[in-house]
């Protein structure tokens, strides 16, 4: 089992920029494809950008490339999202989730996912 807990959420401003932290428990936590996917209400959730459990591959959704950082902490079972040049569609939960396959650009590939942080973009 793994467990995710996402911080860093909240109301922020387009133009600026916004930083989630996902923390990973478990024992073979750093075995996994870790990710980030995000949802508005009434759509289905959808990816945003993942990294390789070696740190090396990363890949990120249409929406956000370009304009954003996916980074990983080994030691520290630690994820890292950076969106830059935010735009009032960004504004979504945003979910920390880990699976087994690469890429894991569809939320059918994931195995686990944390509770979900609002981020809020007001223009």
């Known amino acids: 089992q793994v467990q995710l807990v996402e911080s860093g959420g909240g109301l922020v401003q387009a133009g600026g920029s916004l930083r989630l932290s996902c923390a990973a428990s478990?024992?073979?936590?750093?075995?996994?494809?870790m990710a980030w996917f995000r949802q508005v209400p009434g759509k289905k959730r959808n990816f945003v950008a993942g990294i390789m459990s070696d740190e090396g591959l990363k890949d990120y959704g249409d929406s956000v490339k370009d304009r954003s950082t996916i980074s990983r902490d080994i030691a520290k079972n630690t994820v890292t999202l950076e969106i830059y040049t935010l735009k009032a569609e960004d504004t979504a939960v945003y979910y920390c989730v880990a699976g087994t396959r690469w890429p894991i650009t569809d939320e059918q590939f994931v195995t686990y996912w944390g509770q979900g942080t609002q981020v809020t973009v007001s223009s």
């Open positions: 478990g024992r073979t936590a750093n075995q996994y494809v």
